[in-house]
């Protein structure tokens, strides 16, 4: 799959996770995120969805598929532990913190 095609499926799958839907008046998550979880990596997975939007942000492919596999393998990820929500902000940070930095301004 395309890098950038891949990139913007992952943030797409991001926003679905952080966006409530409503059905007959009952609200609930499209991604079954725990609520504790969310509210400990909103912001996280906010910054990190715009990370890759960034086409400018250089990321392994590597580090690509660990996004995935955290995003998507509920049996495994600690996005999806109600348990430990600092342990899954922790790996969505330190996913994140891989992605090279935009150049600056003058450059």
Same mark, same amino acid.
């Given at each position: 799959?395309?890098?950038?095609?891949? %990139?913007?499926?992952?943030? =797409? !799958?991001?926003?679905?996770?952080?966006?409530?839907?409503?059905?007959?008046? +009952?609200? !609930?998550?499209?991604? @079954?995120?725990?609520?504790?979880?969310?509210?400990?990596? *909103?912001?996280?997975? *906010?910054?990190?969805?715009?990370? +890759?939007?960034?086409?400018? *942000?250089?990321?392994? @492919? =590597?580090?690509?598929?660990? +996004?995935?596999?955290?995003?998507?393998?509920?049996? =495994?990820? @600690? +996005?999806?532990? %109600?348990?430990?929500?600092?342990?899954?902000?922790?790996?969505?940070?330190?996913?994140? =913190?891989? !992605?090279? *930095?935009? @150049?600056?301004?003058?450059?």
């Amino acid at each position: 799959m395309n890098t950038v095609v891949h %990139r913007y499926r992952l943030a =797409s !799958f991001i926003d679905l996770t952080l966006t409530p839907r409503t059905w007959h008046g +009952l609200r !609930f998550a499209a991604i @079954p995120v725990p609520s504790n979880v969310l509210a400990a990596c *909103r912001d996280a997975m *906010r910054d990190l969805a715009d990370a +890759l939007r960034d086409e400018r *942000r250089t990321v392994e @492919p =590597s580090t690509l598929r660990e +996004l995935e596999h955290v995003l998507t393998h509920a049996s =495994s990820s @600690p +996005l999806y532990d %109600r348990t430990h929500p600092i342990r899954a902000l922790h790996t969505i940070v330190g996913i994140e =913190s891989r !992605f090279g *930095r935009t @150049p600056g301004r003058g450059a």
